[in-house]
C-alpha cells in the first residue's frame, strides 16, 4: 500500500516535500519512483531510487532542483522539490517496485513498477 503526501499550491521558486510512505518488511529493497501527469499531457518520470545502493535518477528537466531520498525506518521516500516553475505543476505519483531486482537502467520506466500511489496535486502559479 501506497500513500503519497505533501503537495499543494506554491509560488513559482518555493519548494515542497512530497512523502511516499509504503508498507513491507523489506521497504530497504524497494525501488521508488516518482512520476507527473499534467493535464493533457502523458504521464513522465521525474526521479527515482532503487533499494540497493541508492542510485538516483532524475528527469533532465529537475536536475538540480529536485532531490530524492529516502528513510528506511520511515518505509518513507521523498522527492524535495526547490526552485519550483510553473511547468512543474502536475499531479505526482509514486510507485514501487518490491522485487529488489530494478535494473539500472530501466529504473526511469514506469513499467518497472508494480504499484502505484493515489497521487499528489502539486500547483504552482507564475
Known amino acids: 500500500q501506497l500513500q503519497a503526501s505533501g503537495g499543494g499550491l506554491v509560488q513559482a521558486g518555493g519548494s515542497l516535500r512530497l512523502s511516499c510512505a509504503a508498507s513491507?518488511?523489506?521497504?530497504?529493497?524497494?525501488?521508488v519512483g516518482w512520476f507527473r501527469q499534467a493535464p493533457g499531457k502523458e504521464r513522465e518520470f521525474v526521479a527515482a531510487?532503487?533499494?540497493?545502493?541508492?542510485?538516483?535518477r532524475f528527469l533532465d528537466s529537475v536536475k538540480g532542483r529536485f532531490i530524492i531520498s529516502r528513510d528506511n525506518a520511515k518505509n518513507t521516500v521523498y522527492l524535495q522539490m526547490n526552485s519550483l516553475k510553473p511547468e512543474d505543476t502536475a499531479v505526482y505519483y509514486c510507485?514501487?517496485?518490491?522485487?529488489?531486482?530494478?535494473?539500472?537502467?530501466?529504473?526511469?520506466?514506469?513499467?518497472?513498477?508494480?504499484?502505484w500511489g493515489q497521487g499528489t496535486q502539486v500547483t504552482v502559479s507564475s
Open positions: 510507485a514501487v517496485d518490491p522485487t529488489g531486482l530494478t535494473a539500472v537502467a530501466t529504473m526511469m520506466s514506469a513499467t518497472s513498477y508494480h504499484y
Open positions: 531510487i532503487r533499494g540497493s545502493g541508492g542510485t538516483t
Open positions: 513491507g518488511r523489506t521497504f530497504s529493497s524497494y525501488s
